[in-house]
Nanobody
């Protein structure tokens, strides 16, 4: 069982930056691939980024490639999402998720979810 708690969301102007954190409980954090997803009002949840258990492999949605960076610190049981050059269309609730196995961009393949953190980008 893994419990995930996101933090770091907030209100930022377009062009600004935020770093989201996701703290995981449990001693097997390093066994899980981690992902970030987001859901804007009235829209379906969408994939943002994912990272393998070792951190060696990362994948991004085209909409955030070059602006967002996912990373993890297994010693701290934490995964991060550095978000730069933020745009109003990045406004959403951001969720981190964990799955046993390889990275995935499909939310239904993730076993554990955090409660989400709101990111609002003003124009």
């Amino acid at each position: 069982q893994v419990q995930l708690v996101e933090s770091g969301g907030g209100l930022v102007q377009a062009g600004g930056s935020l770093r989201l954190s996701c703290a995981a409980s449990g001693r097997t954090f390093s066994s899980y691939a981690m992902g970030w997803f987001r859901q804007a009002p009235g829209k379906e949840r969408e994939f943002v980024a994912t990272i393998s258990w070792s951190g060696a492999s990362t994948y991004y949605a085209d909409s955030v490639k070059g602006r967002f960076t996912i990373s993890r610190d297994n010693a701290k049981n934490t995964v991060y999402l550095q978000m730069n050059s933020l745009k109003p269309e990045d406004t959403a609730v951001y969720y981190c998720a964990a799955r046993i196995g390889v990275v995935s961009d499909s939310d239904y393949q993730y076993h554990y979810w955090g409660q989400g953190t709101q990111v609002t980008v003003s124009s």
